[in-house]
């Protein structure tokens, strides 16, 4: 692509997060001059960009004012980070509540919370490329697309339950009992895809745990569970682009980008460089970063080939 020259003009856009949307992957992009958020696909967007030397990050909830009915008291612009500091306190006093529900006495948890652990929830066991596992939660009617946020593989739903403290107590249970833990970090996701253990046998480790965990289940006294185990399997991480697939060598929050997204799993994207090149990034690192969108000749790269 021809690079910009001094007189053309570009948009200045901040990509603020990726957004499922009926199992499909969409990014959310603030335009800076219109002064407007809109939503698109993720995969096949142009990631033709480049980072100024002085940039400005805005706050990634931003785009939340342009949908809420009321307004919240989002700062829009941070000095670091990816939330301002209104955001920020927001969502601590809001985790405070709402994560750890089934641990506090009711009295002392506000109506609207309580409201949302009514809804049925259900636990399951999920499964990364690098032989990870983790315990999670979900409401029932969100189940695809937690697991799609997560960037999980595999994953088995192991039961439902009518509500939202009862398998928050589960999740506690499995991994006090079986030391299986609730998170997978990034890195791991990112290792996983770089150099994939078979689906088979990650496969097979879920329903080696799913056992145990069924298991324990059974003894935790927590009634109106309902038993599920069926599988899920992730479409997106199973197409030929991250086969041999290898990492990006630039950060994408610095320098000149000419790419297109082919794929995405969690906020993982497959990429086609200019070049020709099937390669892997954390979208993450961009996110929040104020860039100047147009036609921009990416920096150049320097990947050595997998033989293997």
Not at 250 to 277: C, N, Q, R, Y
Request: some cysteine; proline content about 2%; charged content about 25%.
């Amino acid at each position: 692509m021809k690079k910009i020259a001094n007189d053309t003009p570009y948009k200045r856009i901040t990509y603020l997060k990726v957004i499922w949307k009926d199992n499909q992957p969409h990014i959310q992009i603030y335009d800076h001059d219109a002064v407007t958020v809109t939503t698109e696909r993720l995969i096949g967007h142009h990631l033709s960009y480049r980072v100024p030397k002085q940039f400005e990050r805005v706050c990634v909830n931003y785009g939340g004012l342009f949908e809420a009915e009321k307004q919240n008291r989002c700062e829009k612009l941070v000095k670091s980070g990816k939330k301002c500091s209104n955001c920020i306190r927001e969502d601590n006093i809001f985790a405070a509540q709402f994560h750890n529900v089934h641990t506090k006495d009711r009295n002392s948890i506000s109506q609207k919370i309580l409201k949302r652990m009514q809804r049925e929830s259900i636990l399951y066991i999920a499964g990364f490329f690098d032989g990870s596992t983790k315990v999670g939660i979900s409401t029932s009617n969100r189940i695809q697309t937690r697991l799609l946020e997560q960037g999980a593989i595999h994953a088995v739903l192991i039961v439902e339950t009518p509500d939202g403290i009862s398998v928050r107590l589960l999740e506690d249970l499995i991994t006090e009992e079986l030391g299986i833990g609730q998170a997978i970090s990034t890195r791991k996701k990112i290792d996983g895809l770089l150099n994939p253990l078979m689906q088979g046998s990650v496969q097979k480790e879920l329903n080696v745990i799913s056992t145990k965990v069924k298991e324990c289940i059974s003894g935790s006294g927590i009634i109106g569970i309902k038993e599920i185990g069926t599988t899920w399997d992730n479409k997106y991480s199973s197409e030929k682009c991250w086969e041999k697939i290898q990492k990006y060598p630039i950060s994408l929050s610095t320098g000149s980008h000419d790419m297109e997204v082919v794929s995405v799993v969690g906020k993982v994207i497959a990429l086609k460089h200019s070049s020709g090149m099937g390669l892997l990034a954390d979208l993450d690192e961009l996110l929040g970063i104020t860039v100047e969108f147009g036609e921009i000749t990416g920096d150049e790269i320097n990947v050595q080939a997998k033989l293997f």
